[in-house]
């Protein structure tokens, strides 16, 4: 499985876009990228899954370049309750497939009024 | 969609004792359901692979023999904790996957804590 990085924390302002970004430079060519949300004390929610280029859904965006070697997601105008924990995983599955998922670190987003 | 409920929410329980935890699909079929692990401020840990009919696949360093896992249906799998001790305090979360459609839903967690 690829191993992402992620940053471990960001803050922004409510109203603002957000984009988180993830780098996976051993990303396979079987891989997908996707982004799960989680709240304290929740299990984790799927957000958004992309395989290249740009991926929209009614919560997020995900952009991936050529390379593949990276993917932003991107959160158009956050609110106070987009304050979770956001996870990046990569791995040769389309919708968590049969496998068990490998979580990294995620990136604790915290939006301030 | 689809929807994964787990029972207990939350359970305390005296050192030694023994804790069942149910993971279910409520509208959909899963033959394989996943147990994570969570300890505060850190991410999820998978543990285990539930295969309904088969016996439990574990991950490196978790004792089988400590969390037994039942996956006697399509729609429900359990995880007992044996024998729990203080150390085995965490968030259990499990994931099933719909046959069908090859995703996996997670289900809302379960606060363990042993006094």
């Known amino acids: 499985l690829a191993k992402t990085t992620q940053p471990i924390s960001m803050d922004s302002y409510e109203g603002q876009e957000v984009n988180i970004t993830c780098s996976h430079n051993n990303i396979a060519t079987n891989d997908y990228i996707t982004w799960y949300q989680q709240f304290p004390s929740q299990g984790p929610r799927f957000i958004i899954q992309?395989?290249?280029t740009k991926v929209t859904n009614e919560v997020a965006s995900l952009f991936i370049p050529a390379d593949r070697k990276s993917s932003t997601l991107s959160l158009p105008r956050v609110s106070l309750s987009d304050t979770a924990v956001y996870y990046c995983l990569v791995g040769e599955y389309s919708g968590g497939g049969a496998d068990g998922l490998t979580f990294g670190k995620g990136t604790h987003l915290i939006i301030q009024p | 969609g689809a929807v994964v409920s787990q029972h207990p929410s939350r359970v305390i329980c005296k050192s030694g004792t023994s804790v069942k935890i149910e993971c279910r699909s409520l509208?959909?079929?899963?033959?394989?359901m996943f147990w994570y692990r969570q300890f505060p401020k850190k991410s999820l840990m998978l543990m285990a692979t539930s295969n309904e009919g088969s016996k439990a696949t574990y991950e490196q360093g978790v004792e089988k023999d400590k969390f037994l896992i039942n996956h006697a249906s399509l729609t429900l799998s359990t995880l007992t904790v044996t024998s729990a001790h203080p150390e085995d305090s965490s968030f259990y979360i499990c994931s099933a996957r719909d046959r069908v459609f090859n995703e996996q839903f997670f289900g809302p967690g379960t606060r363990l804590t042993v006094l």
């Open positions: 509208d959909f079929q899963a033959t394989t």
């Open positions: 992309g395989y290249k």
